[in-house]
C-alpha cells in the first residue's frame, strides 16, 4: 500500500538516510520541509545513492519555515501525510550557547507548530508522527548511567533545553489529543555525512588530511567526555520501526557502549597508520561553557518491542568514516595539484566553529 511520509530536517544527516531508506522500500512517496529547496536537492543527490531519476518522482521538496505557524498548518493539510519525521533543529551543541534564540525557535516552537498541524490533520486522517529528541536532555549525571526511558531530564545546553520542551510537548500531544507520537531518544549518532563542524567528522576529516599532508595538527577541546556513538544509518531504521509499531512510545536508542573522544580520536589516527599524540593538541577555545562528561543508552525497550540493534559497532563506525575522508582529502589534493594552489592546507580549529569539540 502506498504510504507518504513527511520529513523536517531532509537535508540533513538523518534526513538523508531516512529518505534513502523509505524511497528504498518501494512503497513511499517522500516529502520534504526545507528553507532552501535547490540547495536540499543537490544535498540529496550527492549523499543519497538510491535517490535516481526513477525514485526522483516519489520525492517531493516545499519550502516552508517552520516558525510560520500558518504554513506550516496549510501545507501539512496540503500533503496529508500518514507519517510525520521532525527532524528540523539548529543540531550542534555547542553552537547553541552562541545563539541560543534561533535554537530555541527551531526546535521547541518548530515542533510545536508541526505538532499542531498533524493534530488538527488526524481529525480527518490517521497520522503518525515522529518527534527526534536527544540523550542531551539527559545531562549526563554518572549517578543516571545507563539511561533509559525513565531516567529524568537534566538539560546542561539551549539545545538541550529546546529538545526537552519538544519532548514533552509531542508527549502532551500524544495523551491531551490521541495523536500517534513516538520520541526517539538518540544517543549520538554519526556518519561521513555528518557535517565538519562536528567534532566526530573533525576528527576523521583531520586524520585523513594529516594523512595526505593537508594539514598540519587538530585542536580540540575535552578528550575525556564519553560517549554513546553509534551509526546513523541503523538509527533512522529505528524511527521507521516506532512508526510501525501497534502503540505509541518513547524510545532510547543506543549501543549501550562508551567511549571517549580520546578513543575516538586514537582509533581514526591508527586506521591511517598515525600516532595521534604527535598531531592533536588541546584548545580551551572549544570547551564548552556546560559539558555532558558521560553518556550511556539503554536500549533494552528498543531491542524488546521493536527488534531493533546496531549493525554498527564503535570502530567499524570510525572506520568507514575515515575511509570517505580519505577519499576526500585525495579530491582535495588533487585539486592542489591541479591549482599549484596550497591553500587546502589547513591547521585544525581555525575554520571550525567554536566548542565543536
Same mark, same amino acid.
Given at each position: 500500500m502506498q504510504r507518504r511520509a513527511l520529513i523536517t530536517g531532509i537535508a540533513g544527516q538523518d534526513g538523508s538516510y531516512l529518505t534513502e531508506?523509505?524511497?528504498?522500500?518501494?512503497?513511499?512517496?517522500?516529502?520534504?520541509?526545507?528553507?532552501?529547496?535547490? !540547495?536540499?536537492?543537490?544535498?540529496?543527490?550527492?549523499?543519497?545513492?538510491?535517490?535516481?531519476?526513477? &525514485?526522483?518522482?516519489?520525492?517531493?521538496?516545499?519550502?516552508?519555515?517552520?516558525?510560520?505557524?500558518?504554513?506550516?498548518?496549510?501545507?501539512?493539510?496540503?500533503?496529508?501525510?500518514?507519517?510525520?519525521?521532525?527532524l528540523a533543529a539548529q543540531s550542534h551543541v555547542g553552537a547553541s550557547f552562541d545563539d541560543p534564540r534561533a535554537t530555541v525557535d527551531v526546535i521547541a516552537l518548530g515542533a510545536l507548530h508541526l505538532l499542531d498541524a498533524a493534530r488538527q490533520l488526524n481529525r480527518f486522517k490517521d497520522v503518525r508522527y515522529y518527534q527526534a529528541s536527544s540523550c542531551e536532555q539527559f545531562g549526563g549525571d554518572p549517578n543516571t548511567v545507563p539511561q533509559s526511558e525513565t531516567t529524568s531530564f537534566h538539560p546542561r545546553s539551549p539545545y538541550a533545553c529546546a529538545k526537552a520542551y519538544a519532548h514533552y510537548q509531542a508527549v502532551n500531544y500524544r495523551e491531551a489529543h490521541g495523536l500517534f507520537v513516538c520520541c526517539g531518544i538518540l544517543f549520538n549518532h554519526e556518519s561521513p555525512r555528518r557535517r565538519e563542524t562536528f567534532v566526530t567528522r573533525k576528527i576523521t576529516l583531520a586524520a585523513a588530511r594529516i594523512r595526505e599532508g593537508l594539514q598540519d595538527k587538530l585542536r580540540l577541546g575535552n578528550l575525556?567526555?564519553?560517549?554513546? #556513538?553509534?551509526?546513523?544509518?541503523?538509527?533512522?531504521? !529505528?524511527? #521507521?520501526?516506532?512508526?510501525?509499531?501497534?502503540?505509541?512510545?518513547?524510545?532510547?536508542? *543506543? $549501543?549501550?557502549? $562508551?567511549?571517549?573522544?580520546?578513543?575516538?580520536?586514537?582509533? *581514526?589516527?591508527?586506521?591511517?597508520?598515525? &600516532?595521534?599524540?604527535?598531531?592533536?593538541? $588541546?584548545?580551551?577555545?572549544?570547551?564548552?561553557?556546560? +559539558?555532558?562528561?558521560?553518556?550511556?543508552? +539503554?536500549?533494552s525497550k528498543a531491542h524488546a518491542r521493536l527488534a531493533w540493534r546496531p549493525a554498527t559497532d564503535f570502530h567499524g563506525l570510525v572506520e568507514l568514516m575515515v575511509d570517505a575522508d580519505v577519499r576526500k582529502a585525495r579530491w582535495e589534493q588533487s585539486q592542489t595539484l591541479v591549482t599549484g594552489a596550497d591553500s587546502n592546507r589547513l591547521e585544525s580549529g581555525e575554520n571550525s566553529q567554536r566548542r565543536s569539540a
Open positions: 531508506l523509505l524511497l528504498g522500500k518501494g512503497n513511499y512517496e517522500v516529502h520534504g520541509i526545507v528553507r532552501c529547496e535547490q !540547495a536540499a536537492r543537490q544535498i540529496l543527490r550527492a549523499s543519497c545513492g538510491p535517490i535516481n531519476e526513477d &525514485n526522483l518522482e516519489r520525492l517531493f521538496i516545499h519550502d516552508c519555515d517552520l516558525l510560520n505557524q500558518l504554513a506550516t498548518t496549510e501545507l501539512v493539510r496540503k500533503i496529508a501525510p500518514d507519517e510525520i519525521y521532525n575525556d567526555a564519553m560517549r554513546d #556513538w553509534g551509526y546513523a544509518h541503523d538509527y533512522v531504521q !529505528a524511527m #521507521w520501526l516506532m512508526l510501525q509499531h501497534d502503540e505509541p512510545d518513547d524510545y532510547v536508542v *543506543a $549501543t549501550g557502549e $562508551t567511549h571517549s573522544v580520546r578513543q575516538f580520536v586514537e582509533a *581514526a589516527f591508527d586506521h591511517v597508520g598515525l &600516532n595521534y599524540r604527535k598531531f592533536v593538541e $588541546t584548545d580551551a577555545r572549544y570547551l564548552r561553557p556546560c +559539558d555532558v562528561e558521560l553518556s550511556r543508552g +539503554d536500549a
